[in-house]
């Protein structure tokens, strides 16, 4: 069965930087690329990026480019996003999820959730 | 950035009705690059539907998706009581930039 568990929740004062991971079960850990997605309480999805853990390729969103990085532990079957400089407004379920297809867009498999909350 | 609109915010009915979702996009997605999920409180979205109207393995026949370029709609034939939710469109003819819709809430009435 395909499972990605994601790493616990977080709390992180205004500035500092978070990084959670993102382990995967059931599938080949590098055929498929992983997105990162976050969802703020009342809010909508927002897509941060992806990586390709064959490669190490990424690509951001415009939005959080050069606050967030995305890397892969082939070794470990896990993938991990920190996000920098974080704000009140990051406050924020953070999801990854497995795609439908190979190179897809399609968010198809998802992970638990890590709730960060942004406070001081 | 692509834009997706969707209306309305909230949708009241009662189980056993339709419920028509609206998605529409700020320039062509094509027929392809439209997918649908649904997002229950203390859960996480599940995909629903892709390629505008291919439902994801596992999701009942009662939920269809159609459209094109920039209109799309989700239907709901039939609500049944797990149904009531809240319904997020997507767009990924671009990347990076893949965006959400704000979302339609389908209450129970």
């Known amino acids: 069965e395909v499972q990605l568990v994601q790493s616990g929740a977080e709390v992180k004062k205004p500035g500092a930087t978070v990084k959670m991971s993102c382990k995967v079960f059931?599938?080949?850990?590098?055929?498929?690329?992983i997105h990162w997605v976050r969802q703020a309480p009342g809010k909508g999805p927002e897509w941060m990026g992806l990586i390709d853990p064959d490669d190490g390729e990424t690509m951001y969103s415009d939005r959080f480019q050069g606050r967030v990085t995305i890397t892969a532990d082939t070794s470990a079957g896990t993938v991990y996003m920190e996000l920098s400089s974080l704000r009140s407004d990051d406050t924020a379920m953070y999801y990854c999820?497995?795609?439908?297809?190979?190179?897809?867009?399609?968010?198809?498999?998802w992970g638990q959730g890590t709730f960060v909350t942004v406070s001081s | 950035e692509i834009v997706l609109t969707q209306s309305p915010g909230t949708l009241s009915l009662s189980p056993g009705e339709r419920a028509t979702l609206s998605c529409r996009a700020s320039?062509?997605?094509?027929?392809?690059?439209l997918a649908w999920y649904q997002h229950k409180p203390g859960q996480a979205p599940r995909l629903l539907i892709h390629?505008?109207?291919t439902r994801a393995a596992g999701i009942p026949d009662r939920f269809s998706g159609s459209g094109s370029g920039t209109d799309f709609t989700l239907t709901i034939d039939r609500l049944e009581p797990e149904d009531f939710a809240v319904y997020y469109c997507q767009q990924y003819v671009r990347s990076p930039g893949l965006t959400f819709g704000g979302g339609t809430k389908v209450e129970i009435k």
């Open positions: 320039q062509s997605v094509g027929s392809s690059y």
């Open positions: 059931g599938y080949t850990f590098n055929a498929f690329n």
């Open positions: 999820i497995k795609p439908l297809t190979l190179l897809g867009y399609e968010l198809h498999k």
């Open positions: 390629a505008a109207s």
